[in-house]
């Protein structure tokens, strides 16, 4: 639920993404990443926490410049 996974990420079978966790671009993942989780890596190893992803309504707000 809510993970975020970057481009051309690859997973091997039964790898378990937790929730909330954010994955790297190009990473390659072999083992299972824990919930909140900043991974990237090939083999992607976790670095740490992963941000807040912020809602829709703040993305359409810095896309049209009215972020406060």
């Given at each position: 639920?809510?993970?975020?996974?970057?481009?051309?990420?690859?997973?091997?079978?039964?790898?378990?993404?937790?929730?909330?966790?954010l994955i790297g671009a190009g990473s390659v993942v072999t083992?299972?990443?824990?919930?909140?989780?900043?991974?990237?890596?090939?083999?992607?190893?976790?670095?740490?926490?992963?941000?807040?992803?912020?809602?829709?309504?703040?993305?359409?707000?810095?896309?049209?410049?009215?972020?406060?």
């Amino acid at each position: 639920r809510g993970a975020r996974i970057g481009a051309n990420v690859t997973l091997l079978p039964e790898v378990v993404i937790g929730e909330g966790a954010l994955i790297g671009a190009g990473s390659v993942v072999t083992k299972d990443v824990p919930d909140g989780a900043l991974a990237y890596g090939s083999p992607a190893k976790v670095h740490g926490r992963a941000p807040a992803s912020p809602t829709w309504t703040d993305a359409l707000a810095h896309a049209l410049g009215m972020a406060g």
